[in-house]
């Protein structure tokens, strides 16, 4: 793998007149991640309008060793977008809808569409396109598929991977891998696929996708409820998939701490419940039925009552509310901001695990950092905690920020004696590629090494992330 070379550069712009960029000033908002975390640099910024374009650049960036970064709406939050010297990719611009066939539920859309938008092609046609996430009207298709993402609904119907049936790329070597079928069942072989995705352009540069599509249910709830502890948590979410048959689409726990930080720090936004309980958790049921799912929200809360599982609730009366209500849950990542920022983490553990790990973690990262501030939500449906300490009311920002990479080892050392992962729906990126090697198997490394070694031997694709 080498940067780009002169030649390679006048040969890249040679074969895609329009669709390149190299002057620094235009070339700038695709290098800087969107939180200002990382900033990188790149000769040339390519904009392919379609699949031809993308090979015919990958195939002269093969001839030359050259390397290659590939980038979709930019949110990802680990870093694995930014160019550090390499050319840069942007797929933003393949943007056709290929195929949408209900009877099939099934959508074929190239990686540009953008994950709001794919949404509202579902819906047009008749069918629901599951996956939502606070990024939904930048973050592209091809990008959700590279990092696997998850959202707020994965407990109903999985991550990213779950919900794609094919996939069209270039691979490393210029080659075309289309494989945009809307099978279900094809058992004739490996499931080459299933390597692209979550693969963080490691593979290929991913062009389409087929998409699996579902019926739009007919009735849709949201709810507050206040409890006393997370264990309480997890014994609701049992009884909701019990009383609900499988209904719940979200459920997303939040600790006290960070709806205070929501109140505080986001602008028109109002305590969900009368009382201010220690914890608290946001429930979406969805039925096939109209007045299913307000019916089973109401059985649901009047048994978690009942049980003491709850202290309060208060359950959405128009779409209104309920948009208010997903706000105090979004806007958790943005409050923490103003506190100075904070050591992030995206892990998953066992859901059985989850309040054990977060009393073991919390008591932990206390002890390290006394005074620093837990602030614990994320999707609990699916095990996904986004698990943040902040600084204390006054404390240094820098020296609390500088003892971060400390600190998250205390908390991924947790982590993996939960059996849990220090990356569950973000990806590695530059972020943690170096970091996982303390917690993967070296089997498990070796193996995806050479499954690498074997489709990109040069190294040119997004070279510098995993392993």
């Known amino acids: 793998m080498t940067l780009p070379t002169p030649e390679a550069l006048a040969e890249l712009k040679s ?5 390149f960029i190299d002057d620094t000033v235009q070339m700038a908002p695709w290098l800087t991640e969107w939180r200002g975390r990382w900033t990188g640099h790149a000769p040339i ?15 002269i960036c093969a001839r030359h060793g050259t390397a290659i970064v590939t980038q979709g709406g930019g949110t990802g939050l680990v870093g694995g977008q930014i160019p550090y010297g390499q050319v840069l990719l942007s797929t933003r611009k393949l943007r056709e809808v290929r195929d949408v066939t209900p009877l099939d539920d099934a959508m074929t859309v190239e990686a540009g569409v953008t994950l709001l938008e794919a949404q509202e092609i579902a819906k047009a046609n008749g069918r629901f396109f599951p996956l939502s996430l606070a990024a939904e009207g930048s973050a592209t298709i091809g990008g959700v ?48 696929k299933q390597l692209m995705i979550g693969g963080e352009g490691t593979l290929g540069v991913i062009t389409a996708a087929t998409l699996k599509l579902f019926p739009i249910m007919r009735s849709r709830c949201v709810a507050f409820v206040g409890l006393e502890s997370a264990a309480a948590s997890i ?16 459920f997303e726990m939040m600790k006290r701490l960070g709806m205070e930080l929501v109140l505080k720090n986001i602008p028109h936004t109002r305590e969900p419940l009368e009382s201010t309980p220690p914890w ?3 429930i979406e049921i ?17 048994v978690a009552f009942e049980e003491g599982l709850i202290t309060d609730a208060s359950i959405a009366q128009n779409d209104a509310q309920r948009a208010q209500f997903w706000r105090l849950r979004e806007e958790h990542s943005a409050a923490l901001k103003p506190e100075g920022g904070g050591w992030k983490h995206d892990v998953s553990v066992p859901i059985s695990r989850i309040a054990d790990f977060i009393e073991e973690a919390t008591a932990a990262i206390e002890a390290f950092h006394p005074g620093c501030r837990v ?16 600084p204390g009311v006054g404390e240094d920002i820098p020296a609390f920020i500088g003892r971060w990479k400390e600190g998250s080892t205390v ?31 070296p089997v498990e490394i070796d193996l995806m090494a050479s499954i690498r070694r074997a489709i990109d031997p040069q190294r040119i694709m997004n070279p510098e992330i995993l392993f």
């Open 15 to 19: 074969a895609l007149p329009d669709a």
């Open 45 to 59: 910024v390519l904009q392919p309008r379609t699949t031809e374009e993308v090979k015919r650049a990958v195939e």
């Open 145 to 192: 598929i590279s990092t696997n993402a998850g959202g707020t609904q994965v407990l109903r119907y999985g991550m990213m991977r779950d919900l794609v049936l094919g996939i069209e790329a270039v691979l490393p070597s210029g080659e075309v891998f289309d494989g945009l079928k809307r099978l279900r069942k094809d058992n004739t072989g490996y499931d080459l």
């Open 235 to 250: 014994e609701l979410l049992a009884r909701a998939k019990d009383e609900t048959g499988g209904g719940v689409e979200a």
């Open 280 to 282: 608290y958790v946001l």
């Open 286 to 302: 969805t039925n096939g039925t109209p007045g299913g799912a307000e019916a089973q929200m109401e059985r649901l809360l009047e």
């Open 375 to 390: 602030s614990c939500f994320g999707h609990i449906g699916d095990g996904n905690l986004h698990y943040d300490i902040i």
């Open 411 to 441: 908390v991924h050392d947790i982590v993996a004696r939960y059996d849990g992962s220090i990356s569950a729906e973000h990806g590695l990126g530059r972020l943690k590629t170096d970091e996982v090697k303390r917690y993967k198997n």
